[in-house]
């Protein structure tokens, strides 16, 4: 029986030559991750094993991005606690306000993650670096705390489904497009605890970009993990980032998959997720008007350079509506700098938008953009939920950065390829 591109890594980080769905495993662990919200709780539970060192202070990794700057003493202390931490740990991978980014943005950029590594994180959305062909996935605080003592993890090997891609995408259409209409196809626990394989000719049209894009939202299927193969666009990136040597593993023909879905990229349409589950997706020619009250263009999932590009190309020579506030989030220093280079500065504050430091803040309802009863928002972020950006009784909308750019300035959900 083959084996998929993730059962040989697990087998591969478990010194096995082969597992296969629904095994119990240990497995050595190539990044532990922590941020702001997660790492002080997993950080009292380390203390419980009386170390004084984690298992390699090359392979911890903190961000402090959920609250950070500092929006209240709560946050100050929660940051101060893992400053604390790093310091008496020796941690190399602590990166401070002025260093940081939004974590699943600024590790791939940093080198830290490659292919064939596996990565744990206190962070649901760690499922994001399988766009570099890694095994990476989310956990609790108590597991990034044993993971950070012993260097391993235990998993239930995931069985797998298959998204075959082909052709390419329209203008207008991005990575958040395809992965939205994935999730209303399949809903919300459609990939319960599976692994989410993308394969086929397609993903050769697909940027890195919008690889990450897809993987970081296959939490929202209910995916254990989401994982592309690695191509030249895959080590090109990583050459770039200066991460370690690539250990490529490709699923056999005969590996054993639940479901098998065929998907023409050029058939997708730019999609929205209404209230208030990713799964409740239209696609934007379907909308009716809705009039919204901020748009929020950033986060894990679409905080890149491209996304500002995208979403620059729409607003430049435009301004947002009247009385709608338009935020724009890079997600990490390097981001914020080559943006401000390209010019992309000057667009957003012509058309009215604020920028703000690399951040979190607004996608959990943390800070910097909550909204008020009633209130509507469309985001690049990936969770909709019922008060996710602020009050129970405002509505966040999920689209791409075209999507989110033409809304703030039509002032309602609108179609980038439609705008005058």
């Not at 497995?27 to 390699?56: C, M, Q």
């Not at 890195?208 to 994982?227: L, S």
């Amino acid at each position: 029986m083959g084996m998929t591109s993730t059962e040989k890594i697990l087998a591969s980080a478990a010194g096995l030559d082969e597992v296969h769905a629904g095994q119990l495993i240990m497995a050595k662990l190539s990044l532990v991750l922590g941020n702001d919200i997660t790492s002080p709780v997993a950080i009292e539970e380390f203390k419980k094993f009386s170390l004084d060192r984690v298992f390699d202070k090359d392979k911890v990794a903190l961000v402090p991005d959920h609250f950070a700057p500092n929006k209240d003493i709560k946050a100050a202390q929660q940051c101060k606690c893992m400053r604390t931490f790093a310091h008496d740990m020796d941690i190399t991978n602590y990166f401070e306000v002025g260093q940081m980014g939004v974590e699943h943005a600024l590790l791939p950029e940093k080198g830290l993650v490659t292919a064939g590594d596996v990565v744990i994180g206190a962070d649901s959305h760690t499922c994001t670096y399988g766009a570099l062909g890694a095994f990476s996935t989310g956990v609790g605080s108590t597991d990034m705390a044993a993971g950070m003592a012993t260097g391993k993890a235990w998993f239930k090997v995931p069985s797998a489904i298959k998204f075959n891609l082909t052709g390419s995408f329209r203008p207008f259409v991005s990575g958040k497009d395809l992965i939205l209409h994935i999730i209303g196809m399949i809903g919300v626990d459609g990939a319960l605890y599976k692994t989410m394989e993308f394969a086929g000719p397609g993903v050769a049209s697909l940027s890195m970009d919008d690889r990450f894009t897809v993987c970081n939202m296959a939490i929202e299927a209910g995916g254990k993990n989401g994982i592309f193969p690695v191509d030249e666009k895959t080590i090109a990136y990583l050459k770039e980032a200066g991460a370690g040597e690539p250990r490529i593993f490709t699923s056999d023909e005969d590996a054993v998959y639940e479901r098998v879905y065929d998907i023409d990229l050029g058939q997708i349409e730019s999609t929205v997720s209404f209230p208030h589950l990713p799964e409740n997706t239209h696609t934007v020619s379907q909308c009716p008007e809705i009039r919204i009250d901020q748009v929020v263009i950033g986060s894990c999932t679409n905080g890149r350079l491209s996304d500002l590009e995208a979403a620059a190309a729409i607003l430049k020579g435009r301004h947002i509506a009247s009385g709608l506030r338009c935020l724009i989030i890079p997600a990490t220093q390097k981001i914020y700098r080559d943006a401000m280079k390209e010019g992309l500065f000057d667009i957003f504050l012509d058309a009215g938008c604020v920028i703000s430091t690399p951040t979190c803040g607004p996608c959990l309802g943390g800070y910097m953009g909550i909204l008020a009863e009633g209130e509507r928002c469309v985001s690049t972020t990936n969770r909709n939920f019922v008060g996710r950006m602020g009050h129970v009784k405002s509505e966040v909308y999920l689209a791409s950065p075209a999507v989110a750019a033409a809304s703030a300035v039509m002032g309602k959900i609108a179609d980038p390829a439609k705008l005058d």
